[in-house]
């Protein structure tokens, strides 16, 4: 029979009400979970999920129960997974991530073992894990701080935000088998995946099974999930497929810089100049009478002395185009993020 470990007790699915006592008991974090135990082996339906506000003001979602279920299964079949194997959740679970880790342990009489969802996920976890999902964030943590415990993950999703390259090229020398994910809470988590390292890796995300993708008039991804019925999600994310019909995310449309009829994407112009620069920034934009929109470099932090800037500019002009090149450098003191570690941009 499946369990449920916190601080080192295992709880047996069947004692799921006296450990969502004990968790109610506890911090925020614990308190979500035994929420959503508590509204699974209670049937609740509709369940609620939170989304993170990177794109927008956080809303809550109604989830169907029975698409809720259907997507937890798709999880176990997609990644070959068994009845009995040992998941770790550390995501937070008011938001779709974490708690579906949560519900496909229950669905799917996998064990889960509850880690605290930050940095420090695996500080205090022992044992082999045979899967996880983490945020780029604490895959970064996890290398430099419990590489040993980082070691023993056998299949480890990541998601949430896009994996920086340096990070990526990094795991490419790593144990676990790390794959990124596309999804949202609209979609109950992942519909689309891409192998980051293994002799399967590759930079295009491919649809699991019952998903149907197309695009609109402007390249936005537009899903049809046999898992949530006949209902059909426009997205705001601009995509380009390949021969094979695996595709790649290019940005979103309400981050674009209409710049002298030009449309520029933030995103590829920040995996461009990445390796120039060596600390936390984003292209917003900025009104010009002559482009109407231009591109601006944000960075975190103290400003640069203007040396340092000139150069880093001086840099940028190896890569792109002029129309591409940052008009100004605005500096935040602190970048501001959502619950889930994204970053939120600041535009205009």
């Known amino acids: 029979m499946a369990w449920i470990s916190y601080k080192a007790r295992k709880f047996d699915h069947e004692e799921w009400r006296e450990l969502v006592e004990i968790l109610r008991g506890e911090g925020p974090w614990q308190q979500e979970v035994a929420r959503t135990i508590n509204q699974w082996q209670s049937k609740m339906n509709p369940l609620i999920a939170r989304t993170s506000g990177s794109t927008g003001t956080p809303k809550e979602i109604q989830l169907q129960r029975p698409h809720v279920e259907a997507s937890a299964r798709l999880t176990h079949e997609a990644f070959s997974l068994t009845p009995g194997i040992t998941a770790l959740f550390c995501l937070p679970a008011q938001f779709i991530a974490g708690k579906m880790m949560v519900i496909r342990a229950l669905v799917n009489e996998w064990n889960l073992v509850l880690a605290q969802p930050n940095a420090d996920a695996l500080k205090n976890v022992g044992g082999d894990i045979d899967f996880a999902a983490m945020t780029p964030y604490q895959v970064e943590q996890s290398l430099v701080r419990f590489p040993t415990t980082f070691s023993k993950i056998k299949q480890l999703i990541i998601g949430g935000a896009a994996i920086p390259d340096i990070l990526e090229n990094e795991l ?66 601009m995509a380009a497929f390949n021969s094979a019909g695996a595709f790649k995310i290019l940005g979103r449309r309400d981050h674009v810089i209409n710049s002298g009829g030009l449309k520029l994407l933030p995103e590829d112009i920040e995996k461009k100049i990445s390796r120039f620069v060596f600390r936390r920034y984003y292209i917003g ?18 400003r640069l002395d203007e040396q340092i800037e000139s150069g880093m500019l001086e840099a940028f002009g190896t890569v792109l185009t002029s129309i591409e090149m940052p008009v100004q450098i605005d500096y935040i003191e602190r970048f501001e993020e959502t619950e889930t570690g994204k970053l939120i941009r600041r535009q205009g």
């Open 172 to 237: 490419k020398d790593h144990k676990p088998q790390c794959f990124a994910t596309y999804g949202m809470t609209e979609t109950i988590t992942h519909i689309a995946i891409r192998a980051v390292n293994g002799k399967n890796a590759s930079d295009h995300f491919s649809a699991l099974r019952g998903i149907k993708l197309s695009q609109d008039a402007e390249n936005c991804l537009i899903i049809e999930a046999e898992h949530l019925g006949a209902e059909l999600i426009v997205t705001n994310d």
């Open 285 to 302: 934009k900025t009104t010009d009478e002559q482009f109407g929109e231009r591109p601006v470099l944000v960075l975190e932090g103290e």
